[in-house]
């Protein structure tokens, strides 16, 4: 018997959808700016709660407050995005996004590079033990 399908992805599948839909629109060339303020209208127009510059604390192994970070996009307050208008994605920005899990608690994150002719998304998940990111991460043509 197969199990249910899960919330989560069946979100991610949606963000990818529609982020492929606004690459294919805007295409390459825009600022950062641009790519997050539209992906954020979009998914904010299919009712989804998604907000922009989500503050998200770092906490110390105690639950102090040390830091905070802003995501680009948090959806459904289980998902977040960081946008990228980048030639490529850099191993820097990986562990940008895996760093903002580790630090917010929370386990799944779509990294989405907008700059370059193809669109690229690649899906974070963070177990309590380990990160998992497949090679395999998805290039779309747009």
């Known amino acids: 018997m197969k199990p249910p ?4 992805f069946e979100l991610c599948d949606q963000v990818r959808s529609t982020a ?11 600022l950062e700016k641009v790519y997050e303020n539209g992906l954020l209208h ?6 989804l709660s998604a907000v922009s510059q989500c503050p ?13 970070f802003f995501a680009d996009i948090l959806v459904e307050d289980v998902l977040i995005i960081e ?7 850099l191993s820097e920005h990986l562990a940008q996004v895996l760093g903002y899990l580790r ?8 990294l989405v590079n907008f700059g370059a002719p193809r669109l690229e998304i690649r899906k974070l998940v963070l177990s ?5 990111c497949p090679e395999n991460h ?4 747009g």
């Open 5 to 8: 399908p899960n919330p989560v």
């Open 138 to 141: 998805e290039e779309l043509q």
């Open 103 to 110: 630090a917010s608690g929370k386990e799944h994150a779509l």
């Open 83 to 89: 946008v990228k208008a980048v030639k490529c994605l």
């Open 20 to 30: 492929f839909d606004l690459h294919r629109h805007l295409r390459h060339g825009h």
């Open 42 to 47: 979009r998914l904010q127009r299919q009712g």
């Open 128 to 132: 309590s033990q380990e990160p998992f």
């Open 56 to 68: 998200l604390w770092v906490r110390d192994r105690d639950g102090t407050p040390i830091g905070e």
